[in-house]
């Protein structure tokens, strides 16, 4: 059954510096999304991205935030200035863009910075 | 907006009993309801989800929900649990008509007690 993956599982980074988040989607899928989920908190939306462009994002998707598909199969999210507060588990999901579409929930990238 | 609230943070039960998982949504406008599962240390993976049609979905590993729509409510229910359905079990909600952002409630962890 085909699936979400995210790279890396885990990344330590230090406060300030730049991480990108990378994800492969479904490959017949057409939208795409990041979420994100503290220690301890609820699973909250960042950022919807549809045919190369943002569709929809969060209070919390700031300036700090981007996100890319370089090419066919990728999905990225960079933080450019990592804060301490950004240490969260972050979710890729994809979804196939018919109007019942599931999205379909990577295993996550857990971000820990210092 | 959409909302969701599942008011029981913590469900102790032991094995083999039934369990029902609470869940209630706010929308103005009609949606698709989910119930996602996290074991430890893992992602996120689809339980079911109700998109239109039978209010009663079901799921993977014998769980199974209700849509309520006067009661704006989506419980989850198992009639028999396994020490495997130890987890974190999500409510989610978005707005019909697919790729829509998912809003998460808060979460409920299913212990169960051998």
């Known amino acids: 059954e085909p699936e979400v993956t995210q790279t890396p599982s885990h990344q330590v980074t230090q406060m300030g510096q730049e991480v990108i988040l990378r994800c492969v989607p479904i490959?017949?899928?057409?939208?795409f999304y990041w979420y994100r989920q503290i220690l301890g908190q609820k699973v909250e939306f960042l950022v919807s991205?549809?045919?190369?462009?943002?569709?929809?994002k969060s209070e919390i998707f700031d300036d700090q935030f981007s996100v890319e598909r370089p090419d066919g199969s990728n999905f990225t999210l960079k933080i450019r200035s990592t804060k301490l507060e950004d240490s969260a588990m972050y979710f890729c999901?994809?979804?196939?863009?018919?109007?019942?579409?599931?999205?379909?929930f990577g295993p996550g990238t857990r971000l820990l910075v210092l | 907006a959409q909302s969701v609230t599942q008011l029981d943070s913590q469900v102790p039960v032991f094995e083999e009993a039934p369990v029902e998982l609470r869940c209630n949504y706010s929308?103005?406008?009609?949606?698709?309801l989910f119930w996602y599962v996290q074991y430890p240390n893992q992602g996120l993976q689809l339980l079911l989800k109700?998109?239109?049609?039978?209010?009663l979905v079901k799921g993977i590993n014998g769980f199974e929900a209700e849509f309520n729509k006067s009661q704006t409510s989506f419980h989850l229910r198992k009639p028999s649990v396994h020490i495997s359905d130890t987890a974190e079990y999500f409510c989610?909600?978005?707005?019909?008509?697919?790729?829509?952002?998912?809003?998460f409630g808060t979460g409920t962890k299913l212990q169960v007690i051998p």
């Open positions: 999901a994809s979804s196939g863009g018919g109007r019942q579409e599931t999205q379909y």
């Open positions: 490959s017949n899928h057409l939208y």
């Open positions: 991205f549809y045919n190369n462009e943002i569709s929809e």
């Open positions: 929308s103005s406008v009609s949606v698709y």
């Open positions: 109700y998109l239109s049609g039978s209010t």
């Open positions: 989610a909600v978005s707005v019909s008509g697919g790729y829509q952002k998912v809003t």
